[in-house]
């Protein structure tokens, strides 16, 4: 915003923006403003994936503590299951398999978004034949 005035046969400047300082600082904002748009679009996807993987992690914690509490006990196969939390329809595997000890089978319990064919997590634990006494 510049203005002139005149002052006995001299021009005198009044200190303002140019539009080509405008145009400058304009696309510097544009610039910054771009980059913070895409960090919070990141941040979004990280959100979603965390939130993924800690259902999971819920799930398998529970259908470990399950098959705790069953008392059933196999030294090998498969079981799949479905299971409905947080919104979503989720697909459970456990895979067990045998140890050294034949009254201890190493359990993997796999967690699927219901459709998707990689896991969300992948989680191992051990159970036992034996149950403490009192129980």
Do not use: C, H, Q
Not at 100 to 121: K, N, Q, T, Y
């Amino acid at each position: 915003m510049s203005s002139w005035k005149k002052n006995s046969s001299t021009l005198v400047d009044f200190r303002g923006f140019t539009l080509l300082e405008m145009l400058v600082a304009l696309a510097i904002v544009s610039v910054g403003l771009l980059s913070v748009s895409e960090a919070l679009s990141r941040a979004v996807t990280v959100n979603e994936g965390l939130e993924e993987r800690t259902v999971a992690v819920w799930i398998a914690g529970n259908k470990m503590a399950e098959l705790r509490m069953s008392r059933e006990f196999s030294a090998s196969g498969e079981n799949s299951s479905s299971v409905s939390m947080a919104g979503r329809n989720w697909k459970v595997v456990e895979n067990y398999y045998s140890t050294s000890d034949p009254d201890i089978a190493r359990i993997v319990v796999s967690v699927f978004i219901e459709g998707e064919e990689a896991s969300i997590l992948n989680s191992t634990g051990y159970l036992s034949r034996y149950v403490a006494p009192g129980l």
